[in-house]
């Protein structure tokens, strides 16, 4: 399986920090944020992992991280030139995915939890990760029937559907490229990533776990903070880079 860590983006809720760097660099407590989903890949066995950068800031990845050979993995850096929706990643993607199971995580998500064995017990299909959270209106939402079977995945609803949103973790076989090419933009001009999901949900073919340990979405001042608390206290002891 193949990794892909997202970390395009403005980041404008984070000005003026991110001004003059990307959101994915800023320091969480003693490593700069990328480090944190990179340890989840390469905890899971994970070893070519490609990074998606905005023009602007990827010389500061290559600087950064280099060809991985320092991490026991392999490296691949692609451009998104603009954001264009979460699902665009795996267009950018292509030719580093190449039809192989893939599992791409975002480049501000920070997890508690190890995912070797959801991605070793992986068959193909669709498989996500969600987490009961207090402000589900931030993200896409899962809403589970009487039985705790997906029925319906909705990006950021403006009505309350459920309180379990999806975090930014994601395991799809190599389908995925081809159905990210058949979406049309969203009302915001994205290509979404709930609109893949509902792909695999529509044909059966998609899987959610519940996310055990701690998460972080750190894209704003207050999860960031909390982000920093979390790294010190938590997961210190769990890092391996």
Request: proline letters at 4%.
């Amino acid at each position: 399986m193949r990794g892909i860590i997202l970390s395009g983006g403005l980041a404008t809720r984070l000005r003026p920090c991110t001004k003059v760097t990307s959101k994915q660099l800023l320091p969480v407590y003693n490593r700069p944020m990328i480090y944190y989903p990179l340890n989840t890949l390469i905890k899971a066995g994970i070893k070519e992992i490609l990074i998606i950068a905005s023009p602007e800031r990827a010389g500061d990845y290559l600087n950064l991280l280099g060809s991985g050979k320092e991490f026991g993995v392999k490296f691949t850096y692609e451009i998104q030139d603009k954001p264009g929706g979460l699902s665009q990643a795996y267009i950018i993607g292509e030719n580093f995915i190449d039809k192989e199971d893939v599992i791409m995580i975002l480049g501000d998500n920070i997890f508690e939890d190890d995912f070797a064995n959801a991605i070793k017990n992986f068959k193909g299909g669709c498989r996500v990760f969600a987490k009961k959270v207090p402000d589900p209106e931030r993200f896409g939402v899962v809403k589970f029937d009487e039985n705790k079977k997906v029925v319906q995945i909705v990006e950021k609803p403006k009505e309350w559907i459920s309180d379990f949103a999806l975090t930014g973790l994601y395991i799809t076989d190599g389908r995925v490229v081809e159905i990210a090419k058949s979406l049309k933009p969203s009302g915001r001009g994205e290509l979404e990533i709930t609109d893949i999901h509902n792909w695999y949900l529509q044909r059966n073919e998609l899987d959610v776990e519940i996310v055990d340990g701690e998460w972080i979405d750190a894209g704003t001042f207050d999860s960031l903070l909390r982000a920093q608390i979390l790294a010190k206290e938590k997961l210190q002891d769990k890092l391996i880079i």
